[in-house]
């Protein structure tokens, strides 16, 4: 049967998508064969003059104006400074192919446009720029305007820039459709801004500056194109290498993380968005509440989705700049070259403190620079060539330093001194040979006489700052942006999954509701840790003194007790904790202390529990969770115990986790050195931590209902993870009680907190048996499948990845690293990839013998899909059954239609479609047959 392409999207080794009809309405805006001004006119001072000029007239640096035609629009002239004019729209000559218009940039008062909109649908226009004022930000009759225009937008299928923004200019074809007074050169870097200010201060910064951009966008309102999207359409611009935003409202948060994600693989993504207040954190009820900070939050987002944030415009510039220059580096180590000590010690301040590091120079390195260096050199990095340089210095250590193994990127210093010539060395730098992956920063210190030099590294695209701290602080940032990406795309380690009582977890939760209550108690919180897996202490509960002594008795002593209540939430605050009590006395005591310490109405009774002796060798750590207005679930892990408020040791990431994430999230707190091990103690068991915490995040993904969780103390040691104390929080009434599993595609119309990324979808899982007889279980794609994808293509024959991609493959590729990632780490709102797991009835190792995809459209909603089976287990009906589980998981999530090309040759796959009931034709000028089915 072999393997077969669903679609020309996923011709490509790395499966991108790249669907026309996906881009096609935001190729309309940014790459229009005709554009429609409406309210395009000749007085002096207006919006729709500077538009009407900026296509028609003015040109840009390369001397360019746009080529494609413009159409004003105006019903009192006939023509515009010299140029037709039409009244109305609906009066542009038709084209024989195609609508009259592709863009309609509207510059008319608010009132008028959706009138101005409907007249666009009439005559077929799929794409506007809504340069408009007057909308949501006049108040509740702006915003009513604004419904009535994304409703018409939407019944015609037509997509928005807008409103009140300054517009959209492509360097690439000339087209500046904004009311700006310039466009850019031409570059490689994105920009895109909620504030129409910004823009035009960056293009004037961008033309001194020598910056090129490829696409320059103001989105206004975001009414209907959003981050999202852009950052799409971005992703699949060949032009494109790396998108700056400055945000001030993330709108569609999913949508952007989406995006986000998928695209920064690919190209940086740098984002200045100003902080938000903590003040709502402050009403928390549980500790994890008071901890989390909208900002921090984020913070947590952008390094999920492997985005760098800056905090300021001139960081905004800056990196632009950088990024738009040089190579992201591939390790945090700085190498410094300066003839001067005080600017190189700066230097690495600023790094180390950035969050980079100073290279240690390889012993080579440091024999071939005493050949060369005055005796007198540093002989360490910062490489100090000493006052007196001359060119010939300079430049050997400058190469030395760059072919370096230690070094990862470069900075070079220079400080005006009589026996230095500037401009010579800045020549020799600029024409040096750069290892690939190693980026260079130059810091010509000084004032106008230092100008000539800058100019010439700024030609040879080698950025240059005034002063070495901002420099060396940019490289981290730089480090930083690589490092993001590490984090998300490294293989994490396969762990075998744990049970999970999900229907104990059900009636617990139930119970509580039906009983009116929002808090669990202590013993509940357990018994839904323990149901998904999380190690935790045993504990009893004892309604009066006896049964509190006879609970002790049976758990052993030493023992805690502590307060049983389904109202108060912080025991130890009003005494409710009594621990280390070693005999029945010292219970009745604790039990009579506590039973006085609170209102009758509060008490009902107390939790005895096996007391914990913690080693010198084990920490109290804190698992959390609460929710984020924009985010939904955040995730919490850092020092734990009575202190955690005090000392503020946490760290913030977004459900779900996988092992790798879990560690970065570890590794972000202060206590991670002592997790380590410290002063002769030994690490604790930080695989075991990883795992709890992964555990609480699908606790956490799965149990929406739940608002806040603490687990604190956590206690971690070198044999032991273990919870000893928990609180939950659910959302109040009227919310009603979801199931624990609630189908993705309900998320939106629940009323609890949404997701901000898609968890993996355990709902897709069955097992199944072959026509051999064999057990397989069909489930999602997942990160820890690499070594079982890299397996699984290693061993696929060259005529089934032919017949799958409609060409070749070399083997190295198929399974490489940067392939192979792309195929597992999967977003779930995007695409469902399944794969066929079998236990190998010899060795007993896992495998996978087959993979399908299913690839949604976002446009129309449909879907293609792909299917890719071992040669040895063809013919054992397991295609069949994975594009049948495609066609469910289609019919589950909503999805109109299921498309697919298959290769003429491929009879078997060709059979199957057939017989799932798939409608085929031959595309002759494709030579592929075309099948569908409609869900």
């Known amino acids: 049967m072999g ?11 790395l499966d991108t998508i790249m669907n026309e009809s996906t881009l096609s309405p935001l190729r309309k805006i940014f790459e229009p064969k005709s554009i429609a001004i409406i309210g395009a006119t000749e007085r002096e001072g207006t919006v729709g003059r500077a538009v009407l000029e900026n296509l028609c007239l003015k040109k840009d640096g390369a001397g360019r104006t746009y080529t494609g035609k413009v159409y004003p629009i105006n019903p009192k002239h006939s023509s515009l400074l010299g140029i037709p004019t039409y009244k109305s729209i609906a009066d542009v000559p038709a084209r024989s192919s195609g609508a009259r218009v592709d863009l309609a940039v509207i510059v008319t008062p608010a009132a008028s446009v959706p009138g101005i909109l409907r007249e666009c649908a009439a005559v077929g226009v799929r794409a506007a720029i809504i340069i408009s004022a007057g909308f949501k930000e006049i108040g509740p009759a702006g915003q009513a305007l604004e419904q009535e225009v994304l409703h018409i937008a939407r019944q015609a299928k037509m997509r928005l820039i807008g409103p009140n923004c300054l517009g959209v200019m492509n360097t690439l074809n000339g087209m500046n459709a904004t009311f700006a007074t310039a466009i850019p050169n031409a570059g490689n870097v994105a920009f895109i801004s909620q504030s129409g200010a910004l823009c035009t201060a960056i293009l004037d910064w961008s033309l001194r500056e020598n910056v090129g951009f490829s696409k320059f966008v103001s989105v206004g309102s975001m009414l209907d194109v959003g981050w999202g999207d852009l950052i799409d359409y971005l992703n699949e611009d060949t032009y494109t290498k790396s998108i700056l935003m400055y945000m001030e409202s993330i709108g569609d948060v999913r949508s952007f993380m989406s995006a986000a ?5 690919n190209k940086p993504i740098i984002i200045m968005k100003p902080g938000v207040t903590e003040a ?9 509440g008071s901890l989390v900070g909208s900002d921090d939050v984020l913070d947590a987002a952008f390094r999920r989705c492997g985005v760098l944030r800056v905090r300021s415009i001139t960081d905004l510039f800056h990196m632009a700049e950088v990024l738009a220059k040089q190579p992201r580096p ?49 002989h360490n990095n910062p490489i100090d060539v000493l006052g007196d340089a001359d060119f010939e210095r300079y430049v050997a250590a400058t190469e030395m330093a760059l072919n370096d193994p230690n070094t990862d990127g470069l900075l070079v210093i220079l400080t005006p001194q009589a026996m230095t010539d500037p401009a010579k060395i800045a020549e020799a730098l600029a024409k040096a040979k750069k290892p690939p992956q190693k980026p260079i920063l130059a810091s010509w210190m000084g004032g106008s006489g230092m100008q000539i030099s ?30 993001n990406l590490n984090m998300l795309y490294a293989t994490p380690r396969y762990v075998e999954s744990q049970p999970i009582d999900r229907d104990a977890v059900k009636q617990l939760i139930t119970a509580a509701r039906h009983a009116g209550r929002t808090l669990l108690s202590e013993v509940e919180s357990k018994q839904l840790l323990a149901a998904y897996g999380l190690p935790t202490v045993r504990t009893v509960v004892a309604v009066n003194v006896d049964e509190a002594v006879q609970a002790a008795a049976e758990i052993g002593y030493p023992v805690v007790v502590k307060l049983h209540s389904h109202t108060i939430t912080h025991k130890t605050d009003i005494g409710g904790v009594k621990l280390n009590l070693r005999n029945a006395d010292a219970v009745r005591e604790a039990f009579a202390a506590i039973h006085a310490a609170v209102p009758a109405a509060d008490f009902l009774g107390v939790a005895v529990q096996q007391m914990v002796n913690k080693s010198d060798e084990s920490y109290e750590l804190i698992l959390g969770s609460s929710i984020d207005a924009q985010f939904g679930p955040v995730l919490l892990v850092g020092a734990g115990g009575q202190l955690v408020e005090v000392f503020k040791d946490r760290s913030l990431g977004l459900p779900p986790l996988n092992t790798n994430l879990a560690r970065r999230m570890i590794e972000r707190t202060r206590i991670y050195d002592a997790l380590k091990g410290v002063r002769g103690r030994r690490p604790v068991n930080l695989a075991a931590v990883e795992q709890a915490l992964v555990q609480f995040s699908q606790l956490v993904v799965e149990q929406r209902w739940i608002k806040e969780i603490d687990i604190n103390p956590l206690v971690v040691g070198p044999d032991c993870v273990i919870a000893l104390d928990a609180r939950v929080v659910l959302h ?43 057990m397989l279980t069909i489930r999602p794609i997942s990160p820890e499948d690499e070594p079982l994808m890299r397996k699984f293509h290693a061993n ?47 060795s007993g190792e896992r495998d996978i013998v087959g993979v399908g995809r299913l690839i949604k459209d976002s446009l129309d909603g449909s879907a293609e899909w792909a299917i890719l089976i071992s040669d040895q287990c063809q013919r054992h009906g397991i295609g069949s059954a994975l594009l049948s589980r495609l066609i469910d998981i289609g019919r589950a999530e909503g999805i109109p239609r299921l498309e697919a090309d298959i290769l003429p040759q491929n009879a078997g796959m060709r059979a199957v479609a057939q017989k799932l009931g798939f409608a085929s034709r031959y595309d002759p000028d494709e030579q592929v047959m075309r099948v569908t089915l409609d869900l």
Not at 455 to 481: E, G, K
């Open 330 to 378: 591939l390790g945090p180590n700085l190498t410094i070259v300066t003839n001067a000590g005080g600017p190189g010690v700066i230097a690495s301040d600023a790094v180390i403190t950035s969050g980079g590091k100073i290279s240690t120079l390889a012993p080579d390195t440091l024999t071939a620079l005493n050949q060369v260096l005055p005796a007198a050199w540093s």
């Open 3 to 13: 393997g077969l392409c669903a679609s020309s999207r996923l011709h490509c080794p």
């Open 454 to 483: 800058r100019d010439i590294l700024n030609r040879a695209s080698i950025p240059t700052f005034d002063y070495p701290d901002v420099a060396a602080s940019h490289f981290a940032s730089m480090w930083q942006s690589t490092d």
């Open 280 to 288: 709502a954190a402050k009403a928390a009820a549980s500790h994890t």
């Open 796 to 842: 696929v024959s060259e005529y089934s990845i032919y017949l799958r991609y409609f060409h070749a493959i070399a083997l190295a590729e198929r399974i490489s690293h940067e392939r192979l990632l792309r195929l597992c780490f999967v977003d779930y709102d995007r695409q469902i990839a399944l794969v066929v797991e079998r236990n190998h009835p010899s």
């Open 732 to 774: 109040p009434l009227p919310h009603p009680l979801p199931h624990p599993l609630p189908h993705p595609a309900s998320q939106t119309a629940a009323p609890l907190p949404r997701l901000a990324i898609r968890p993996y979808p355990h709902q897709y899982t069955w097992q199944w048996q072959d026509k051999m007889g064999e």
């Open 261 to 265: 994600r998928e695209t920064a693989l």
